[in-house]
């Protein structure tokens, strides 16, 4: 595909200028290292300031931006006593830079995807899943394929980026991603619960509302889980901010500050193993949202073997 369809809303003029020198044998480039010099100059307008940042000689780097404008059949900029100032054609090249680094990205992660396929299958947890997630069955997946699992727990957002820039395979994450470009399916949900000590006055109700919770002292875990943020947005339905006292990383720690009188905890029914009951209940909260797990996938990949089976496992 030809610069002038990549680029439709590209200036006339300066579209004409580079159809011009495409036609009389310029290409674009595709040396991702001569881009990002280019881009480095263009923010700092100075050959000097850029090389010092990238490590070079300034004079290895104005090569670099004469063999670009060569390979472009364009100037790029102007040299004048204040340093580099952008031509029209440079400022364009500008603009485009995120959307050309960003594909070329994606190209070299798939290369390394296709070249790794058979040797490793890469999958992301977001922080709370591995709670009820079935690791046994990541034994039978690494039999059944014969090649190596690597897994890691990251934030949310974070496992996501991974799945969209191919560093991931598959991502099990809390809640779901609105991604176009991801393909999720809903595999587990559990209710949000409220840890009440003895001798508070709602510790003998069988379920509560959000809206009966407005004066309470809470304790959490961090923003980093998807519960903290559900809970805190489920308060701001109703009108009202939680007053969050404590935010732990640490499960016991929300039972243990309950049993002290510290304020209601906030937490996911999926640690019944792990806790211990004693002296206060989990009540569960009828209008809350669940606590959803669900398993991400790139759309364009949906057809592989390995992810297949991870659908069908999972």
Known sequence: MSILRQYAKMDKKVAREFGRRKAEGGGFPIDTKDI???????EEGSINRAAKQLFISPQGLSRVIQRLEEELGAPLFDRTQKGMAPTACGTYLYKNCPAFLRKFDEIEAGIRRIQEQDRQLRLGFSCGVLNVFPL???DLLQEHLGV???WDERDREEIIRLVLNGDCDAGFITGQAADPELWSKELYRATLNAIVCQGHPLYGRDSLSIGQLREERFITLTEKFDCCNSFIQRCRDFGFTPQIVIKTMEIQLIYRFCRQGLGIGI????HQDEVSLSEIRRIPLADALPWKV?????RDRME???LQMIQEMF
């Open 148 to 150: 190596p699992i690597r």
């Open 36 to 42: 990002r010099c280019f881009w480095r100059v263009y």
């Open 136 to 138: 046994h069955k990541l």
């Open 267 to 270: 937490d996911v029914d999926i």
């Open 304 to 306: 592989e073997r390995t």
């Open 294 to 298: 669900s398993l991400l996938i790139r």
